[in-house]
Nanobody
Framework: QVQLVESGGRLVQAGGSLRLSCAASGRFFSIYGMGWFRQAPGQEREVVAA????????DYADSVKGRFTISRNNAQNTLYLQMNSLKLEDTAVYYCAARYSYSHSHVAGEYTYWGQGTQVTVSS
């Protein structure tokens, strides 16, 4: 069992930066593939970035490549999402998710555990 709690979301101006954090409780954080997803009003939840349990390559949605960076600190049971050059279209509730697999995935249905979400609002 893993509990996930996101933080760091807030109102920010376009072009600004934010760092989201996802604190995980429970055991064996280092064996879970992790992902960040987001959902804007009236839209489906979409993957933003994903990272495997230990090392390996990270993956990003095309819309955030070059602007967002996913990382994790397994010693501190924490997942991060550094977001730079924020755009209006990045406004959404951001969720972190964990799947019981060393690998990561872009498919929301393959993740077992979800946080409650944190709101990111980008203004002009």
């Amino acid at each position: 069992q893993v509990q996930l709690v996101e933080s760091g979301g807030r109102l920010v101006q376009a072009g600004g930066s934010l760092r989201l954090s996802c604190a995980a409780s429970g055991r064996f954080f280092s064996i879970y593939g992790m992902g960040w997803f987001r959902q804007a009003p009236g839209q489906e939840r979409e993957v933003v970035a994903a990272i495997p349990a230990i090392g390996g390559s990270t993956d990003y949605a095309d819309s955030v490549k070059g602007r967002f960076t996913i990382s994790r600190n397994n010693a501190q049971n924490t997942l991060y999402l550094q977001m730079n050059s924020l755009k209006l279209e990045d406004t959404a509730v951001y969720y972190c998710a964990a799947r019981y697999s060393y690998s990561h995935s872009h498919v929301a249905g393959e993740y077992t555990y979800w946080g409650q979400g944190t709101q990111v609002t980008v203004s002009s």
